[in-house]
């Protein structure tokens, strides 16, 4: 029995016995079941292979975000070693050191 068709006999029969709490639920379970089918249709995540896919993208976006955190990592070293070097070259400077190198 199709989702549609089994949502469709709980309507009827929560309609026709008065709408009892087993059957509002047993209609609100069908309900999300059936509309979560769909938005994954729509998507294109019905397929068997969606989960695969899945994580496959979880494992990629993983890896840009390790690759992102490192490039930053790497970038503001290499910019800490620069500013260092500069206070190097500018103590050099101010010591006197390219007197000695004359």
Known sequence: MKREDMLARLIAQA???????VTLRA?????S?????RALERMGLSDPQAATDMAELRELLGAW????ASAW???IEWLV???LALLLVGIAVRLGVTDLLK
């Open 15 to 21: 309609a026709g016995e008065g709408g009892d709490l």
């Open 27 to 31: 209609v609100v379970e069908e309900a």
């Open 33 to 37: 079941e059936l509309g979560a089918a």
């Open 65 to 68: 975000r390790d690759a992102k």
């Open 73 to 75: 990592k790497a970038a």
């Open 81 to 83: 070693r620069g500013c």
